[in-house]
C-alpha cells in the first residue's frame, strides 16, 4: 500500500527523476534525491521538487526511504545496485524509469537482495530536453505507464508500482513482460527517434527553416536527442530494433517502389491504411 | 496593388480554398466561391466564409472577379485553365496553393490568355482533415509563403500575389523557382509525408495506443491524407521525390548499420548533428 507516509527517494535527478519528484512532492510524499550535482539539488529544493538531497550515497541517507526510484542510463542504473543495495532499507520496493527491460530488469533481480523488491516501470513520456531545470509535474498527466513485472515479483509490489503510476497522474496502466515492452518500444520509440535523427542528417537544413510546414517541424521534434543516453538504449536493444528497422524500411522500401512505377494504386491503399490506422491515435 | 475592392474567387471550396476564403473574408474582401458541391457553398455562406458562390461555372459570375485563387488537384487545375480561361475578366490575377510548381507552371503559363497573369504561390500549411466544414482562417497565422514566379510574371503581379501571402497571415515570404520550389518541398514535405505512411503501414497498431508515448503520434500526425490528391502530386513530383527518399534511405540505412554494428560513436555524431540542426526548427 502506498500511504501518504512512504518516503520516496529519486536516484538520478535529471529531466524524468527530476519530473517524477515534482509529481510525487505535488501529491504530497516527502521526496528526496540522490544525484551527482549539488547544483541540481539546489535547484530541486529551491523550487519545491524534493524536500532534501545528496550527492553523497550513503547508508544513512538511502537507508531511510520506502520506495526508491532509478532515473538513471541503464549500465549506471546496474552498477548503483551492485555497489550500494547494501544501504536500501529492508522490504523497500524499488522501481525506475529506464527505456529498456530485457536487458536490465533479469539482471537485476537476479543480484538483488532477497528483502528488497524490483518491479520495473516505463512511463511513455518526456521531453526534448535535459535536466531538472526543464522537469515538470505536468508531463505524466494523461501518459501511458507500463509495468514489467516477472515471476521474482509479487503481486502487492506490482500493485504498488501500478498505484505509483496513477499517482503521478498515468491514466493508461499496461503489464507487459520485459521482451514484449522491448519490442513494442522498438517500434513505437526507438524506432521513431532512429527515423527523426535520420531526417535530420539528410542536409544542413538551416536555411529551410523559411519554407517549411508543421509536418518537418513534428517529424523531428524527438530529433533533440540525448547522445549518451540513447545510443546506449539503441544497443541494449539492438535486436528487436534492428527487427523494427527492417520491418520499416521494407515499407518504405515498397512506397519508394510505387512512387517510381507511378503505382498509384499501391500509394493510395498505403494511405487508406495509414489515415485510417492513425484515427486510432486521436486524443479523445 | 490589392485593395479593399478588390473581389476574389476561390475556386474549389476545400479545406485549403475554404481556408483561404474565411481569411480573405475576414480581412474584408468580397469573396466569391465556385465549387462542385452545393453543400459546400451553403455551408461556407452560412458561416461568413463566402459572401456568395455558384456551383456552374458561367462567364458572368467568373468574370466579375478581379483576383482567382486555385485550390483544386493538379490536373484538374490545368484542365479548368484550358476550358474556361475564356470567362476570365481581363486583367485578372490568377494564384494557386498547388503543392507541386514545375509540372504546372510552365504549362499554365504557356497555354494562358496573355491579357490575365497567373503567378504560383504555396501556403505551407494545412490540416490532416478535409474540407470547407474543417476550414479556418487561421491555419496562415504565421506559416511560410512561397511564391514561384517565372519570366512570364511582372514585378507588379509577384508583388499583389506576396501581399496576398501577408493579408492570409504569413509572416515568411520567400521567391522560389518552381524547380527549388519542388526540391525543396520534396524534402521537407512529400519526404516526411512517405515517411508517416510507411511507419503507420508497419503494423496493425490499433492495440499499441495504450503503449505509446508523444513521439509515433508526432511522426503519424500527417499519415492521416488525402490519398487522392497526394498520390497526384507525389507522382508529378516523382524524379525529386525519388531523390529525397533516397537520401533519407541513405541515412537511415547509415543509422542500421551502426545499430547493428554497435557503432557507438557513428550513432553519437547522427544525433549530436540532428539535435544540432533541429534547433534551428524551434518556433520564436
Not at 509536418?215 to 538504449?233: C, K, P, Q, V
Request: hydrophobic share 40%; aromatic share 8%.
Amino acid at each position: 500500500m502506498i500511504t501518504k507516509d512512504k518516503k520516496i527517494l529519486i536516484v538520478g535527478l535529471g529531466l524524468m527523476g527530476g519530473s517524477y519528484a515534482a509529481a510525487l512532492t505535488k501529491a504530497g510524499f516527502e521526496v528526496g534525491a540522490v544525484t551527482r550535482s549539488q547544483h541540481s539539488i539546489d535547484f530541486a529544493i529551491r523550487n519545491g521538487i524534493i524536500r532534501h538531497g545528496s550527492i553523497e550515497i550513503e547508508a544513512g541517507y538511502v537507508g531511510r526511504f520506502d520506495i526508491i526510484v532509478f532515473s538513471l542510463y541503464p549500465k549506471t542504473f546496474t552498477e548503483w545496485i551492485e555497489k550500494y543495495q547494501k544501504f536500501f532499507k529492508s522490504g523497500a520496493l524499488i522501481t525506475d524509469v529506464t527505456g529498456v527491460k530485457g536487458p536490465i530488469v533479469e539482471k537485476i533481480q537476479h543480484i538483488l537482495r532477497p528483502d528488497v523488491e524490483f518491479v520495473a516501470a516505463h512511463p511513455m513520456c518526456g521531453k526534448e530536453v535535459s535536466g531538472v531545470e526543464n522537469a515538470s509535474a505536468d508531463i505524466f498527466i494523461g501518459a501511458n505507464y507500463i509495468v514489467t513485472p516477472t515471476e521474482h515479483n509479487t503481486e502487492e509490489a506490482i500493485e504498488d508500482c501500478e498505484t505509483l503510476g496513477r499517482i503521478l497522474g498515468c491514466t493508461t496502466i499496461s503489464r507487459l513482460t520485459p521482451e514484449y515492452h522491448d519490442e513494442i518500444i522498438g517500434f513505437l520509440s526507438q524506432l521513431t527517434h532512429c527515423i527523426a535523427v535520420s531526417l535530420m542528417n539528410c542536409k544542413d537544413s538551416k536555411d529551410l527553416v523559411r519554407f517549411t510546414g508543421d509536418s518537418f517541424r513534428d517529424l523531428t521534434r524527438i530529433a533533440r536527442i540525448n547522445d549518451s543516453m540513447w545510443s546506449e538504449l539503441f544497443l541494449l536493444n539492438k535486436t528487436e530494433l534492428l527487427k523494427q528497422m527492417d520491418l520499416f524500411a521494407s515499407q518504405f522500401s515498397r512506397m519508394r517502389n510505387a512512387v517510381e512505377n507511378g503505382d498509384t494504386n499501391t500509394l493510395k491503399e498505403m494511405m487508406k491504411i495509414s489515415t485510417e490506422r492513425r484515427n486510432y491515435f486521436n486524443k479523445i
